[in-house]
């Protein structure tokens, strides 16, 4: 059974930086593209950052230029580097892969995900 556990948020001001981490546990993970959602209040989860098993990687415009994901196989765990955070980046984050590449379904489970608070 494939799980997935997010860390790493916390309460940070505005212009500082995060890193958050997902360790995955019970897939082959260095051939599995994951990313890292975020769902605000009131708002429907989104997609902020995706990387492939090769390590390409691809972000959303709103994160471009401020985030960074990236991977260790070794350790079956996924990062995502904040910087320059803004309170709009307020959000529960969560990490998943997608169900035959198709982003929007997610394959696994969710984790509990891990808050992200943003002051101004």
């Known amino acids: 059974q494939v799980q997935l556990v997010e860390s790493g948020g916390g309460l940070v001001q505005a212009g500082g930086s995060l890193r958050l981490s997902c360790a995955a546990s019970?897939?082959?993970?260095?051939?599995?593209?994951m990313g890292w959602y975020r769902q605000a209040p009131g708002k429907q989860r989104e997609l902020v950052a995706t990387?492939?098993?090769?390590?390409?990687?691809n972000y959303a415009d709103s994160v471009k230029g401020r985030f960074t994901i990236s991977r260790d196989n070794a350790k079956n765990t996924v990062y995502l580097q904040m910087n320059s955070l803004k309170p709009e980046d307020t959000a529960v984050y969560y990490c998943?892969?997608?169900?035959?590449?198709?982003?929007?379904?997610?394959?696994?489970?969710w984790g509990q995900g891990t808050q992200v608070t943003v002051s101004s």
């Open positions: 998943n892969g997608p169900m035959n590449w198709n982003w929007a379904t997610p394959r696994f489970s």
């Open positions: 019970g897939i082959i993970f260095s051939i599995d593209a």
């Open positions: 990387i492939t098993g090769g390590g390409s990687t």
